[in-house]
């Protein structure tokens, strides 16, 4: 028995041995990684020797980047890692991918550390992204990671070489997190500052349109976007970028300005073709008249182009002669083609007035023509107002009869009375207004002014007989000629008495006699008085009869006055 154990412990220290004159200073070697020699090849498994007569047997997809081959021959040199000198089957457990892993987490760490790039290739997918080889070692790629923008398919990308920035690494769990994105920001960067460097305000360049939205398009120019502002993408209206534009597209543009530090680019295509306005008041002189196409309809008018980038506005007031306060979508149309005339340009501010009214007949120059002022016309009342009513003429126009030309002799808050909407009405034309586009018109023209009558035949210092017609306190009204035309005779005018100066000496319907003693053609007034009257026959009695002065009394100048008026009378 100890004859055996001696020669067991014999046979350990030789191997002991020779394991130090191996491996030298016999320090452990498994879990390490050691060189071995390729000894065989046997189908799709390769034979190792790793010294000390010792051999493992590696699958040959171990000896190549995961998803790909590479050449092995017998006597070739490799690393392989030794996990257990001997198994059950006296065969060394060696790994080659584990050799590669090891070699793998060395040089990640030392990049991780200095934040430099590593080489790696998609090799398959998982839950939330892919999975990557970094020449050994298996890192997680979230989809989020993968470029700048989201990608739908990511074939093209698997099974490829590139670099990746290595986000996380945990050696003892054995994770690792990578970014392709961080690597692609990275090159944009450098791309973008090496552009910027090079871009100049001017210049001409291609570039591809890779977003489309309400107010521009963003263009693409090789790492860099500019923005393809609405306004700068024609000379011509545009409501909608996908107008001219669709993503994908290659188009040339300029460069309009460059701002270096918020590396933000604006960009325009129609600086490449010539401007429209160049010249344009030449091209579209005032009052000439052209054809053109509505583009666009407001709440103030509507603008017609009249070629590609230049449109004109129609205000609402210069789109119908007739039609006041109406939108202008009830006048014209969207892409209507319309007649207008230019009434003014101004190049500076690229603004173009144009007239719609102006190339159609004017129906207030045709209306002037057909019933000039004094004329006689006859519509229905459109309207009734606070001021006046709205008579419906010809020529679709309108003409108005204010209330003090409704009535001779009553006011117009009384004579509107007799209106309603409907009426046909007749009228004198009195006025035509055809810059402020007005008609005015009167009903009581169309008999004789009464006050002309009676100014003519009444003259001031007459004696007219003058019927009451109402008692007041402040006088009497009263009316007289043949058109019983009304008066009015104050209170201090009554009698030529004090006394005797009192309205309710009299009552409606007694016929007075008074003296006219002013005639008003601009008021319409006649001013009558009994008092002047009284004075004006006394004068002339004391004349013919007598004076005071000769000792008769007033009595007796009137008495004798009297009696000889009624001898004339008998005789």
């Given amino acids: 028995m100890s004859t055996n154990t001696s020669a067991n412990t014999a046979l350990r220290d030789e191997f002991a041995a020779l394991l130090d004159e191996s491996f ?28 000390l007569k010792a051999e493992g047997r590696i699958p040959v997809a ?18 392989v890692f030794l996990e257990r000198m001997e198994n059950a089957m006296g065969e060394a457990v060696i790994s080659r991918e584990r050799a590669r892993r090891e070699e793998a987490w060395d040089r990640l760490e030392d990049a ?26 298996v890192a997680f790629l979230p989809g989020s990671q993968v470029d700048i923008r989201p990608v739908r398919d990511v074939t093209p990308l698997m099974g490829i070489t590139q670099p990746f920035q290595i986000l996380k690494m945990d050696r003892r769990r054995g994770n690792i997190v990578v970014s392709r ?29 890779k977003n489309i939205t309400d107010y521009g398009a963003f263009v693409d120019l090789g790492g860099i976007d500019g923005l393809l502002h609405v306004t700068d993408m024609s000379w011509r209206r545009i409501n909608h970028p996908t107008e001219v534009l669709s993503i994908g597209q290659t188009v040339k543009v300029q460069v309009i300005k460059v701002n270096p530090e918020s590396q933000r680019i604006s960009l325009g295509m129609k600086q490449l073709e010539a401007d429209p306005w160049d010249g344009i008041d030449l091209k579209y002189p005032v009052r000439a008249t052209f054809t053109g196409r509505v583009t666009n309809i407001t709440e103030y008018g509507a603008f017609v182009e009249l070629e590609p980038g230049v449109e004109g506005l129609v205000h609402v007031s210069e789109m119908s002669w007739t039609k006041k306060n109406v939108h202008p979508g009830k006048i014209v149309s969207q892409s209507q083609e ?44 459109k309207n009734i107002t606070e001021f006046g009513l709205f008579i419906g003429l010809d020529h679709d126009l309108d003409g108005m009869i204010h209330l003090s030309d409704l009535d001779w002799n009553r006011s117009g808050d009384e004579a509107i009375k007799d209106f309603k909407k409907g009426d046909t009405v007749k009228a004198i034309v009195l006025d035509i207004d055809m810059e402020k586009e007005r008609i005015g018109l009167g009903v009581k023209q169309l008999g004789g002014d009464p006050f002309a009558g009676v100014s003519s035949s009444t003259k001031k210092g007459s004696i007219v007989t003058c019927i009451i017609s109402a008692v007041t306190d402040n006088g009497l009204e009263v009316k007289f000629g043949d058109s019983d035309f009304p008066g009015f005779i104050r209170r201090s005018d009554l009698a030529r008495d004090r006394g005797d100066q009192r309205p309710d000496r009299f009552a409606v319907g007694d016929k007075v006699d008074a003296l006219v003693t002013n005639v008003d053609k601009s008021s319409r007034r006649i001013t ?9 026959e006394e004068k002339k009695a004391v004349a013919q009869y007598g004076s005071a002065d000769a000792g008769a009394s007033l009595g007796d100048i009137l008495g004798a006055a009297m009696d000889k008026a009624r001898r004339e009378a008998n005789d």
């Fill in 338 to 381: 319309v007649e207008v005339m230019v009434l003014d340009v101004d190049p500076s501010k690229r603004r173009i007035s144009l007239g719609l009214k102006q190339v159609q007949e004017n129906p207030w120059e045709s209306f002037s023509a057909q019933y000039p002022v004094g004329s006689t016309v006859e519509g229905q009342v």
């Fill in 528 to 536: 009558l008085s009994i008092k002047s009257l009284e004075i004006e």
């Fill in 181 to 209: 994105r961080a690597v692609l920001e990275e090159t944009r960067a450098e791309q973008r500052t090496e552009l910027l460097s090079n871009l100049h305000e001017g210049q001409v360049l291609d570039g591809v349109v």
């Fill in 24 to 51: 030298g200073g016999g320090e452990a070697i498994e879990g390490t990684v050691v060189k071995g020699t390729i000894v065989g090849v046997e189908n799709d498994v390769i034979v190792v020797d790793v010294g």
């Fill in 112 to 137: 991780a550390g200095d934040s430099s790039r590593v080489e790696g290739i998609i090799f398959g997918r998982v839950k939330g992204g892919f999975t990557v080889d970094l020449d050994g070692a």
């Fill in 62 to 79: 171990e000896f190549g980047p995961v998803g790909s081959r590479q050449s092995l021959n017998v006597g070739d040199t490799v690393e």
